[in-house]
C-alpha cells in the first residue's frame, strides 16, 4: 500500500506530486497521456512565474515530471477508472485492469466544457490565441488584434475593462443590433478601436503555430480578419469527477466540495486544480493548490 496515489498529471497533480516526493513521501501520479494537460497545450509559459515565452507548457510539463522521478516519486500512464474505501485507505482501479491500494488519493482531474461545441481551430490553438478567461489571460495578448463575438451586456461588460490593452477588437454580433442597455451600447461605441460586425458568426481560426486568421461569415459572406488573439467567453463547467463515484460529496457541477485545506467529505481523500471550478483557474494558483493539497495529504498521514 502506498501513502498517496494522485489522480491526473496537470499542474495541480504534479505539483502535488512533486511535494509529496520531495518530502520522501511514497507516492505513484497516475495520468493519462502528458498532452492532454491543459498547460503541455500552451506554446508559451510567460503566465507562469519565472515563465518565458522561449518555454512552451509542454517543456514545464516534463521538466516537473523528471523532478519528480528524480525524488523517487513513481509515474504511470493510465486512467483511474473507479476508487472505493477500504481498510485504512482506499483502493483505485485502472482502465488497464491493474488496482492499487493507497492510505490517502489526491483527486486533480480538471474540468469538462459544458453544452459548447468547439469551433474549428479552437482546440489547436488554445493557449496560442485562443483563450477563456479574459480576467486571466486578456494581459498576454494586449497590444495584438482581439476577435470576440457575442451581442449580450455580459459580453461587453466583461471586455470593456480590458479595451483599451488591445490594438484593435473587432467584435462579431451574431444579430442585427446589440442586446443592451442605451447607455452601455455607448460606452462600447466611444471605444475607438473596437470594430463592430453585425449579422456576423465565427466560422474558423486559422494560422501556423498561433492565431493569425479568423474566418467569419458577414450578412452571407466570408470574411478574412487578421488577428492574433480570440476571446471564446466560458460557458459552464463541470467537474471531471466521475471516477470518485459516490465517495465524496460534490456540488450541483460535478464538483468535490473541500475544505480551506482542499479535503474532502472522505477522510484521505483531498481535491485541487480545475477539477474545483473555481472562479478564478489560472496555472500559478492550480500549481499552489497541488502543494497545498500535498501538505494536508502529509498532515493526515502523520495522524
Ligand atoms: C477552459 C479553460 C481554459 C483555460 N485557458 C487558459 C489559457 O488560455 N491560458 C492559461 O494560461 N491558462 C488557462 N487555463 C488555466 C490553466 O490551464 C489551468 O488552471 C491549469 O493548467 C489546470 O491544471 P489542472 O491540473 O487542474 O487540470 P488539467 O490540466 O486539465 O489536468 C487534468 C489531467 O487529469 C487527467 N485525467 C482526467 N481524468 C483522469 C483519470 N480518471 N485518470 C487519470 N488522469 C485523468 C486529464 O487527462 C488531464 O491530463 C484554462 C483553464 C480552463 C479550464
Known amino acids: 500500500m502506498s501513502d498517496c496515489i494522485i489522480v491526473g498529471g496537470g499542474l495541480a497533480g504534479l505539483s502535488?506530486?512533486?511535494?509529496?516526493?520531495?518530502?520522501?513521501?511514497?507516492?505513484?501520479?497516475?495520468?493519462?497521456?502528458?498532452?492532454?494537460?491543459?498547460?503541455?497545450?500552451?506554446?508559451a509559459t510567460t503566465y507562469y512565474p519565472g515563465g518565458s515565452n522561449a518555454a512552451s507548457g509542454a517543456s514545464l510539463?516534463?521538466?516537473?515530471?523528471?523532478?519528480?522521478?528524480?525524488s523517487k516519486g513513481k509515474i504511470t500512464t493510465d486512467t483511474v477508472q473507479k476508487i472505493e474505501a477500504v481498510e485504512n485507505g482506499f483502493q483505485v482501479t485502472l482502465a488497464s485492469g491493474a488496482t492499487r491500494q493507497c492510505r490517502t488519493v489526491i483527486a486533480a482531474t480538471g474540468l469538462l466544457h459544458h453544452g459548447?461545441?468547439?469551433?474549428?481551430?479552437?482546440?489547436?490553438?488554445?493557449?496560442?490565441?485562443?483563450?477563456?478567461h479574459l480576467k486571466v489571460d486578456a494581459p498576454l495578448y494586449f497590444g495584438k488584434t482581439l476577435v470576440a463575438t457575442g451581442k449580450t451586456a455580459d459580453i461587453v461588460e466583461r471586455l470593456l475593462p480590458?479595451?483599451?490593452?488591445?490594438?484593435?477588437?473587432?467584435?462579431?454580433?451574431?444579430?442585427?443590433?446589440?442586446?443592451?442597455?442605451?447607455?452601455?451600447?455607448?460606452?462600447?461605441?466611444k471605444c475607438p478601436n473596437v470594430e463592430i460586425i453585425y449579422s456576423a458568426s465565427l466560422k474558423d481560426?486559422?494560422?501556423?503555430?498561433e492565431v493569425g486568421t479568423v474566418i467569419i461569415q458577414a450578412a452571407g459572406q466570408e470574411r478574412q480578419l487578421h488577428a492574433q488573439a480570440?476571446?471564446?467567453?466560458?460557458?459552464?463547467h463541470i467537474g471531471n469527477s466521475e471516477?470518485?463515484?459516490?465517495?465524496?460529496?460534490?456540488?450541483?457541477?460535478?464538483?468535490?466540495?473541500?475544505?480551506?485545506?482542499?479535503?474532502?467529505?472522505?477522510?484521505?481523500?483531498f481535491a485541487c486544480g480545475d477539477l474545483l471550478c473555481a472562479e478564478y483557474q489560472h496555472p500559478s494558483l492550480t500549481a499552489a493548490?497541488?502543494?497545498?493539497?500535498?501538505?494536508?495529504?502529509?498532515?493526515?498521514?502523520?495522524?
Request: aromatic letters at 6%.
Open 61 to 70: 510539463v516534463e521538466h516537473i515530471r523528471s523532478q519528480i522521478q528524480s
Open 116 to 132: 459548447h461545441t468547439a469551433l474549428p481551430g479552437e482546440d489547436k490553438f488554445f493557449g496560442k490565441g485562443v483563450f477563456y
Open 230 to 236: 480570440v476571446w471564446i467567453p466560458t460557458h459552464g
Open 16 to 43: 502535488a506530486a512533486l511535494t509529496l516526493a520531495q518530502h520522501r513521501v511514497d507516492i505513484e501520479l497516475i495520468a493519462t497521456s502528458t498532452a492532454d494537460t491543459r498547460v503541455a497545450r500552451l506554446s
Open 243 to 269: 471516477w470518485l463515484g459516490n465517495l465524496t460529496n460534490l456540488s450541483d457541477s460535478k464538483t468535490p466540495l473541500v475544505s480551506a485545506q482542499l479535503a474532502t467529505s472522505c477522510p484521505g481523500l
Open 162 to 189: 480590458y479595451a483599451q490593452g488591445f490594438e484593435k477588437i473587432y467584435l462579431i454580433v451574431p444579430a442585427t443590433k446589440l442586446d443592451m442597455t442605451e447607455p452601455l451600447q455607448q460606452q462600447l461605441q
Open 205 to 209: 481560426i486559422q494560422g501556423l503555430a
Open 289 to 303: 493548490q497541488g502543494v497545498a493539497a500535498a501538505l494536508s495529504a502529509i498532515q493526515h498521514l502523520n495522524g
